[in-house]
Nanobody, 117 residues
Framework: QVNLVESGGGLVQPGESLRLTCEAS????????MRWYRQTPGKERELVAA???????TYGDFVKGRFTISRDIAKNTAYLQMNSLKVEDTASYYC???????????WGQGTQVTVSS
């Protein structure tokens, strides 16, 4: 199995930036895609961004060029650079890893991002 630990959340003002980090440990060689999701109370978890081992990228429609996902396979780490943050980006952000269906997906514990003036 794989353990995921997120970091980098915090409180920022609108327009500022944050970089989230997701460190994976365990059977990391089995990971295909790594993803960032976010969730606010009372709402479903939504996909923010995803990156496969091959480097294919996917972003949620609401990202609109503001966020960038990247991955350092050698360091077993994924990043989410978030620029031009908005109040509506406030959420708990979760890291996810999948194994191309061979095993259940892994989830981190989440990191809180709060955007407020």
């Amino acid at each position: 199995q794989v353990n995921l630990v997120e970091s980098g959340g915090g409180l920022v003002q609108p327009g500022e930036s944050l970089r989230l980090t997701c460190e994976a440990s365990g059977n990391v060689f089995m990971i295909n895609a790594m993803r960032w999701y976010r969730q606010t109370p009372g709402k479903e978890r939504e996909l923010v961004a995803a990156i496969t081992r091959a480097g294919s990228l996917t972003y949620g429609d609401f990202v609109k060029g503001r966020f960038t996902i990247s991955r350092d396979i050698a360091k077993n780490t994924a990043y989410l650079q978030m620029n031009s943050l908005k109040v509506e980006d406030t959420a708990s952000y979760y890291c996810n890893a999948d194994f191309s269906g061979y095993f259940p997906e892994s989830w981190g514990q989440g990191t809180q991002v709060t955007v407020s003036s």
